[in-house]
C-alpha cells in the first residue's frame, strides 16, 4: 500500500492567491482528516469526513478555507484568498474505524504552505 | 480549548536515560489513548496505543502507563537512543467516533 498521498509536497505562493491542496487517502478508509500544524498552535483539526460526507468542519479558521471529497479516493482542501498567517504544515490523514490498531490514523507526508 | 494536555514542551535527555511525557484530559467520554511520534519533515505515525481499561502497555522500550483516576496518561522511553529524536504527540479519542484530541506535542533530543 503505498500510504496516504498528499500533493504538492511544498507550495509557495503570494497573498491573495487561491491554494489548492490534494489529498488521496489509503483504500478503503472510510475517514480522511486535514490538519494544520504550526509551531505556535501544534496540530489542529480543521475537519473530517466520513463516507465523503463533512462531519465536522468546526475546526476551519474561516470561510477562506474551504474543503471537499468528491469521492473516496480523493480530496482537496482550498484556501481563497490565501494570506501569509497560512503558511504551515497541512497534513491529510485517513483510518478506518475499529480496524488495525484501534482507531490508527495514516499520516500523509504534508504540504509545506508558504504564502508571502 | 485544549482538550488534551501535554508536558513539557521540549525534552533533553541522555543516550541511555529515561524520557518521560505526560498527558492529562478532562472528558471521561475519552475510550482510546494513542502516542504518535513525528519525525522532521515526516508525518506523524502510530507508536503505541492504550485503552483505560489497563494500567500499563508496554511495546519494546515504549510504555503507556495510565491513571484514569488522575485522567492522566504518560509516555516512557527506556534506554532513550539519538534515534528516539523527534516529536511526541499525546491525543485522545471516544468510541462514537474517529476523532482524535492532539496534544501540543513535545520535542524530544537525546544527546549521544
Known amino acids: 500500500d503505498a500510504g496516504v498521498i498528499q500533493s504538492p509536497r511544498h507550495e509557495v505562493t503570494e497573498m491573495g492567491q487561491e491554494v489548492t491542496l490534494r489529498c488521496k487517502p489509503i483504500s478503503g478508509h472510510d475517514y480522511l482528516f486535514w490538519y494544520r500544524q504550526t509551531m505556535m498552535r501544534g496540530l489542529e483539526l480543521l475537519i473530517y469526513?466520513?463516507?465523503?460526507?463533512?462531519?465536522?468542519d468546526s475546526g476551519m479558521p474561516e470561510d477562506r478555507f474551504s474543503a471537499k471529497m468528491p469521492n473516496a479516493s480523493f480530496s482537496t482542501l482550498k484556501i481563497q484568498p490565501s494570506e501569509p498567517r497560512d503558511s504551515a504544515v497541512y497534513f491529510c490523514?485517513?483510518?478506518?474505524?475499529?480496524?488495525?490498531?484501534?482507531?490508527?490514523?495514516?499520516f500523509g507526508p504534508g504540504t509545506r504552505l508558504t504564502v508571502l | 480549548q485544549q482538550q488534551v494536555k501535554q508536558s513539557p514542551q521540549s525534552l533533553i535527555v541522555q543516550k541511555g536515560g529515561i524520557s518521560i511525557i505526560n498527558c492529562a484530559y478532562e472528558?471521561?467520554?475519552?475510550?482510546?489513548f494513542p502516542w504518535y511520534q513525528q519525525f522532521p519533515g515526516k508525518g506523524p505515525a502510530l507508536l503505541i496505543a492504550i485503552r483505560p481499561d489497563v494500567s500499563e502497555k508496554k511495546e519494546g522500550r515504549f510504555t503507556i502507563s495510565f491513571n484514569k483516576s488522575a485522567k492522566q496518561f504518560s509516555l516512557h522511553i527506556m534506554d532513550s537512543q539519538p534515534g528516539d529524536s523527534a516529536t511526541y504527540f499525546c491525543?485522545?479519542?471516544?468510541?462514537?467516533?474517529?476523532?482524535?484530541?492532539f496534544g501540543t506535542g513535545t520535542s524530544l533530543t537525546v544527546i549521544p
Open positions: 491525543a485522545a479519542s471516544t468510541g462514537t467516533g474517529n476523532q482524535f484530541y
Open positions: 469526513f466520513n463516507n465523503n460526507v463533512p462531519i465536522d
Open positions: 490523514a485517513s483510518s478506518l474505524l475499529g480496524q488495525g490498531r484501534g482507531n490508527e490514523q495514516f
Open positions: 472528558n471521561t467520554a475519552f475510550d482510546y
